[in-house]
């Protein structure tokens, strides 16, 4: 895989600030547009450049296109608690004009913006003069025809709804149907239908919390659209079961139509067990027949068809199974990876720790370990695999598992819709790497 540019919230020397870690990474349909969020409530879009005439093969860098303040840290008086202005999700709407529009959301909020790009000015008002004051009307004594006037392009973006008060608890996924009107946003026990147009109601399609809150023995923990039906979505759990549901069947759709989950192997059962089956993502294959979940140690890919085991299972990092106790004890356990889908559905892509991530070609059953670093992040160099021991003889550039470095964790990652283009988030540098010109992705 070879690389193009990085591009960090935070590139220079200074010392990093929490607020510029990314939390989330997404493109566009097209994947001309790459939007990226952070702890500080900022959304960043990234624009490809057009191919260069000197160098034909060379696929267009994504460089910044526009810079907005999505969300500003609020305080709920009635519950006495912060809430933070960290985005939680991105996701483009598709495109209908020549605006581009996107929903972000962070804990509570959800907001939609449009992205317009401005290139001309109205010039020769009757009523104002140049700088805009209205003119006294005495004065004017001929009437003449506005004209537009060229000027420097402008990337204007606005808020156009804000979607609020509609959850209790923490916003963990937003998706939009692919009706293009509707689109869900899930929380800790509910997901909410709402109308792109109507911001003062939404209607609740699931809720899983009990009578007693006592009796809470799991939450959702991801939610997406099936990308063609309108009608069926899913969701996943801390227990590491998905739920399909049809809103055809019900308006609550506390009764699911299928349920996927894989037997236990009594074997491997350990304190640790319940945490790590919990699922952190998932995703729809484009083709619309399979699922992409990610628990802790494994992504597995699931056929809607087959419900009582999923058709591959992929080990990320199985070398930590060892290493389960100490990350308990610094909450590491607990870190969401996300997975993504190249636009053939052929490979998989998921985050690991130490700036690692991995791939899955589903073809050929090969994987990769990848590392996205500052070290080997010249532009078109090309990435080596990267191989974790777990003890014995040890290869040249092989790495030990006691050395890997757990405040390094590729959470985030985005796969372009169509080419093998990925962006890796890792802390606060955005990674952006294309494959090398008429080769394979390994």
Not at 18 to 32: A, H, L, P, R
Not at 89 to 113: E, G, V, Y
Not at 240 to 269: I, Q, V, W, Y
Not at 300 to 307: G, I
Request: aromatic letters at 10%; a negative charge.
């Amino acid at each position: 895989v070879c690389q193009g540019p990085i591009q960090g919230c935070n590139s220079g020397p200074t010392p990093m600030q929490s607020s510029d870690i990314i939390s989330t990474v997404e493109f566009n349909q097209t994947g001309e547009l790459l939007a990226t969020g952070d702890k500080g409530g900022r959304v960043v879009i990234f624009q490809r450049e057009p191919e260069s005439k000197n160098e034909p093969n060379c696929q267009g860098e994504y460089n910044v296109y526009s810079t907005f303040q999505s969300h500003e840290p609020e305080f709920d008086y009635l519950k006495s608690l912060e809430i933070e202005e960290k985005i939680n999700k991105i996701r483009w709407l598709p495109q209908q004009n020549a605006a581009h529009f996107l929903l972000s959301t962070n804990d509570k909020t959800i907001k939609l913006w449009k992205v317009s790009e401005r290139d001309k000015r109205p010039e020769g008002y009757n009523l104002k003069d140049e700088e805009g004051r209205l003119k006294d009307l005495s004065t004017v004594t001929s009437l003449q025809v506005p004209v537009l006037k060229p000027m420097d392009l402008m990337v204007e973006v606005s808020p156009r709804r804000i979607f609020a008060n509609a959850h209790t608890y923490h916003v963990n996924s937003i998706s939009v149907n692919s009706d293009c009107e509707t689109y869900m946003s899930a929380d800790d026990l509910r997901i909410n239908l709402w109308h792109l147009a109507i911001t003062d109601r939404s209607f609740n399609i699931v809720d899983i919390k009990p009578a007693n809150m006592e009796d809470l023995t799991e939450v959702i923990t991801a939610a997406e659209f099936h990308p063609y039906h309108c009608n069926l979505f899913v969701y996943s759990s801390s227990k590491g079961t998905l739920r399909l549901c049809d809103m055809r069947a019900s308006a609550l759709c506390d009764k699911h139509s299928k349920l996927f989950e894989e037997p236990e192997d009594p074997s491997n059962r350990s304190f640790f067990s319940e945490i790590i089956s919990s699922i952190s993502d998932v995703k729809f294959s484009h083709s619309g027949r399979y699922l992409l979940t990610r628990d802790y140690l494994t992504v597995k890919v699931w056929d809607l068809n087959m419900e009582n085991k999923p058709i591959e299972t992929y080990q990320v990092h199985d070398y930590l199974r060892s290493k389960l106790c100490s990350l308990y004890e610094n909450d590491c356990i607990f870190d969401k990876f996300e997975c993504a889908w190249n636009g053939t559905d052929s490979v998989i892509m998921t985050g690991a720790y130490n700036n690692f991530f991995r791939m899955f070609d589903r073809n050929t059953k090969r994987d990769v370990t990848l590392e996205a670093s500052r070290e080997s992040s010249k532009p078109r160099a090309v990435l080596k695999p990267r191989r974790v021991c777990t003890g014995g003889k040890r290869r040249k550039d092989d790495i030990s598992v006691d050395s890997l470095d757990f405040t390094k964790k590729i959470l985030h990652t985005a796969w372009h819709p169509a080419e093998n283009i990925i962006a890796i988030a890792a802390t606060n540098n955005l990674y952006i790497f294309q494959d090398k010109v008429n080769s394979e992705v390994h």
